[in-house]
């Protein structure tokens, strides 16, 4: 009933900067929070940042200082600014979105994102 289109990923020298975007539409009538997960190669899939209802935030050790998430309430659409970005970035990003009510959880397809030069 919640569908998340994500877009904004691609090939990204290091040292460079790109910014995700992540679209909710459906059956959304609250939201508890909206947030940003990658998974490498052979790894498992960790949070990056999330983002809650009343604006505040949270970043992986990994990327603070060099990642901002941000949120469009009248879009239902989050944001990933990142910047700085090093080859370990390299990872399909994947967006989530944390309903309230009903209580449930959806995911996005993912988008790659690669640092290299």
């Known amino acids: 009933q919640v569908q998340l289109v994500e877009s904004g990923g691609g090939l990204v020298q290091p040292g460079g900067s790109l910014r995700l975007s992540c679209a909710a539409s459906?059956?959304?009538?609250?939201?508890?929070?909206m947030g940003w997960y990658r998974q490498a190669p052979g790894k498992q899939r960790d949070l990056v940042a999330v983002?809650?209802?009343?604006?505040?935030?949270n970043y992986a050790d990994a990327v603070k200082g060099r990642f901002t998430i941000s949120g469009d309430s009248a879009k239902n659409t989050v944001y990933l600014q990142m910047n700085s970005l090093k080859p370990e970035d390299t990872a399909v990003y994947y967006c989530?979105?944390?309903?309230?009510?009903?209580?449930?959880?959806?995911w996005g397809q993912g988008t790659q994102v690669t640092v290299s030069s």
């Open positions: 989530k979105i944390v309903l309230f009510r009903p209580p449930s959880a959806y």
């Open positions: 983002i809650t209802s009343d604006g505040g935030t």
């Open positions: 459906g059956s959304i009538y609250s939201i508890n929070n």
